[in-house]
């Protein structure tokens, strides 16, 4: 994986370029040629964070509409909790 390196005023200057370059690797930001930030894509953000969406996330997404979904039926009465 690439890491592209920008200084401050480059990414200033093109941002469009910074932010296609996520796409290959991270991008180092640099502050009188010292690392000071990293820029990433979204999908590696959350690969790295662990996040997940949440159930509301994920039933809001576009297209799930169209999605059947069929949940079996019981006629048996839920049994009692055993605490024991």
Do not use: W
């Not at 390196?5 to 640099?30: H, M, Y």
């Not at 994920?58 to 909790?81: I, K, N, Q, T, W």
């Amino acid at each position: 994986m690439p890491i592209t390196t920008l200084s401050s005023r480059e990414l200033n200057q093109d941002v469009t370029r910074a932010k296609k370059a996520t796409k290959d690797g991270p991008v180092f930001i640099t502050d009188r040629g010292r690392p000071s930030h990293v820029l990433l894509s979204i999908e590696e953000y959350q690969r790295l964070t662990g996040k997940k969406r949440s159930l509301v996330e994920a039933l809001s997404m576009p297209g799930l509409a169209a999605v059947d979904v069929e949940f079996p039926r019981s006629r048996e009465l839920p049994r009692p909790a055993n605490f024991e």
